[in-house]
């Protein structure tokens, strides 16, 4: 099962708890942060964020522990995936507390499945593969070959101390790459974001995909 398909699904869900299950031989439990209007399950060690919306009229109270949510009334909006390399020897930018708990995602490469009914500026469909594969050394470059110029980006600056690193959206695919490293922030983050290697990859649920 792709990570797209698992959008939607209900916490609740079978297909998504065995998903969790083949990441890791050992039960993993989620730091849960719930509040009125969203739900996250943290797996730390998995190096997975989920983001669940509730449904049916459900308000979560802030603080609820994981076995007094409502499961059926809570659907999966998006996922967090995390990559965390080693830093370089010269590498100053600080990553936020809650990157730092995370661990990075198992499984490599990560295989997104891509939209097929991408127009270019003229209208026409443009071709591209069914999937892309995301290594753990995948650059802005290698992403961008195969995904295309983003519908969205930002970040690239702020403080030295913390600076934004920068971040690309391709909406129609339902995914937001964000970068790290010293490539990623700065003055020239834009003309070095080439060679940034993905930190987070957000996967979010997009009407009529896939």
């Known amino acids: 099962m792709s990570l797209q398909h698992l959008l939607r699904l209900s916490l609740n869900s079978e297909a998504l708890s065995e998903y969790i299950k083949s990441l890791s031989s050992e039960t993993v439990t989620p730091e849960v942060k ?16 989920l983001l669940f919306k509730p449904i049916s009229g459900y308000k979560p109270k802030t603080g609820l522990t994981r076995s ?24 100053k930018v600080r990553s936020k507390k809650s990157e730092i708990a995370f661990s990075s995602f198992p499984i490599s490469p990560l295989v997104l499945q891509l939209a097929q009914d991408v127009k270019d ?44 690193g920068i971040w690309c959206e391709w909406t129609k695919d339902g995914v937001l790459v964000e970068f790290g490293g010293v490539e990623a922030t ?10 940034a290697v993905w930190k987070v990859i957000t996967v979010f649920d997009v009407d009529g995909h896939i």
């Open 34 to 49: 719930a509040y009125s209007d969203v739900v996250y399950l943290n797996y730390y060690p998995l190096g997975l964020s």
């Open 68 to 91: 007094e949510l409502k499961d059926d009334c809570l659907t999966l909006d998006s996922l967090d995936i995390y990559n965390i390399p080693k830093p370089k020897p010269d590498d």
């Open 121 to 164: 500026k003229d209208g026409k469909v443009v071709s591209r593969p069914a999937s892309i594969e995301l290594h753990r050394d995948s650059q802005g470059k290698d992403i961008v070959q195969v995904l295309g110029e983003p519908d969205r980006k930002g970040g690239g600056s702020g403080p030295s101390s913390g600076s934004i």
């Open 186 to 195: 700065g003055p020239q983050a834009w003309e070095r974001g080439k060679d």
